[in-house]
């Protein structure tokens, strides 16, 4: 986590660089490329970040996001970057995308000189292939698992519709797609070694998930970020069908046709999902599901939690 300081931007925000990236004889970035969860923009998380965020680690880190907060992510993130790239001996980098099946759709090297104009062209691409959730309005999400190594919020905000700094009920105006009433998560990946930033965007989850935080790692990643939001613990039950019950008592609102209830395993994996049948009459979804059985009951084991998901 060693640093050093290297400069300054045009607002003064100081800029850091990991000592033995500065002490390398040369520097070949490889990262994946995607819109950002904190922020939307021309650029998201990429080679740029890889630069600033990576190569600055923990200090670095929180210097971005403290001076984002007053000017912007993506003019910091590119001011930053132009600093580091003038003290580097950086021979370009490898940006990846994934397609919605977690399946490299691109691999190309990139020169230093062309990071920002070919991240703007990777990034846009990339928006195309996320994974979304075809509905506008969901009155329950059912979220089988969070965690770092699906998305740096645990959830990815883009699919679930909710911000890391903090989400409304309210139905005006600028809400972002799709409008989740209800969100549950239920477990954490083993992958996330008790990190369960992002946890704040439920509405509810269970204890088991709870016993698995590392409430430092969790904290440490929050105020990193300056998102406190989402280190927040939201109510939690010993069993799913407790959470799923109290879930939808607390709607708001509930058409006369019943709840629309979609459960994904993860916000990496929407292709398939399990959906209530109210779903299937939503506008919106016209010609973009189909069904691969039968409508039936939900099911829970007898310790009275959902059983693993098999899709």
Not at 74 to 94: D, I, K, T, Y
Not at 159 to 179: F, K, N, T, W
Not at 218 to 232: D, F, H
Not at 277 to 295: I, N, T
Request: proline share 6%.
């Amino acid at each position: 986590m060693d640093v050093e300081s290297v400069g300054l931007t045009v607002e003064a925000t100081p800029v850091v660089c990991s000592v033995e990236a500065l002490r390398a004889d040369g520097l070949l970035l490889v990262s994946r490329v995607k819109p950002h969860t904190d922020f939307g923009g021309a650029i998201g998380s990429g080679l740029l970040k890889m630069l600033v965020v990576g190569l600055g680690k923990h200090a670095g880190a929180a210097n971005f996001h403290r001076a984002a907060v007053r000017y912007g992510h993506e003019r910091v993130l590119r001011e930053s970057a132009q600093v580091l790239m003038g003290c580097l001996p950086l021979l370009g980098g490898f940006a990846i995308i994934e397609n919605q099946r977690h399946e490299t759709a691109r691999l190309e090297f990139v020169r230093p000189a062309d990071f920002e104009s070919r991240e703007e062209a990777l990034c846009a691409e990339a928006r195309t292939l996320m994974p979304t959730i075809p509905f506008e309005t969901v009155d329950l999400l059912i979220v089988d698992r969070m965690g770092k190594n699906i998305s740096g919020t645990g959830m990815d905000p883009a699919v679930i519709g909710r911000l890391i700094h903090g989400y409304s009920l309210s139905e005006g105006p600028g809400q972002p797609a799709p409008r989740v009433r209800r969100l549950f998560v239920r477990d954490l990946t083993s992958e996330s070694h008790g990190n369960a930033v992002g946890i704040g965007l439920a509405d509810f989850t269970t204890t088991r998930l709870v016993r698995a935080m590392d409430p430092r790692a969790t904290a440490v990643n929050a105020w990193t970020a300056l998102s406190l939001q989402g280190a927040k613990v939201p109510i939690h039950f010993e069993t799913d069908r407790e959470a799923i019950v109290q879930a939808l008592a607390t709607l708001p609102f509930v058409e006369p046709q019943g709840p629309r209830v979609v459960r994904i395993r993860d916000t990496l994996s929407v292709e398939t999902m399990v959906v209530s049948e109210p779903c299937f009459g939503a506008p919106e979804a016209s010609g973009r599901l189909a069904a691969l059985g039968e409508p039936e009951d939900i099911r829970f084991d007898s310790a009275g939690n959902l059983p693993d998901w098999e899709a």
